[in-house]
Nanobody, 119 residues
Framework: QVQLQESGPGLVKPSQTLSLTCTVSGGSITTKSSYWSWIRQPPGKGLEWMGAISASGSTYYSPSLKSRTSISRDTSKNQFTLQLSSVTPEDTAVYYC???????????RGQGTQVTVSS
């Protein structure tokens, strides 16, 4: 059973870079045909897919966030990370890491972590 756990600061100041790490257990992020994603849910809104990294290391981003988003991985630690630059209060959300067999349709996610952007 694959488990995903998000970690990172719960409070980020405006204009700074938000950085989150997803630690994967019970499976490998290099498993063939797997995709590892970040999604978020702002308060009172629906889920928003942000981007993904494939088992081979290819990255995919939401067009609306592409200019501010970077997803990378550390295969030795079985982790992948999200960096979102130039954050504003509109980036306040619960952030989830997720997995799936396609980049934009994850089928399982972690418990999520609240990130608030505020000075």
């Amino acid at each position: 059973q694959v488990q995903l756990q998000e970690s990172g600061p719960g409070l980020v100041k405006p204009s700074q870079t938000l950085s989150l790490t997803c630690t994967v257990s019970g499976g490998s992020i290099t498993t063939k045909s797997s995709y590892w994603s970040w999604i978020r849910q702002p308060p009172g809104k629906g889920l928003e897919w942000m981007g993904a990294i494939s088992a081979s290391g290819s990255t995919y981003y939401s067009p609306s966030l592409k200019s501010r988003t970077s997803i990378s991985r550390d295969t030795s630690k079985n982790q992948f990370t999200l960096q979102l630059s130039s954050v504003t209060p509109e980036d306040t959300a619960v952030y989830y890491c997720a997995k799936g067999l396609s980049a934009q349709q994850p089928d399982y996610r972690g418990q999520g972590t609240q990130v608030t952007v505020s000075s």
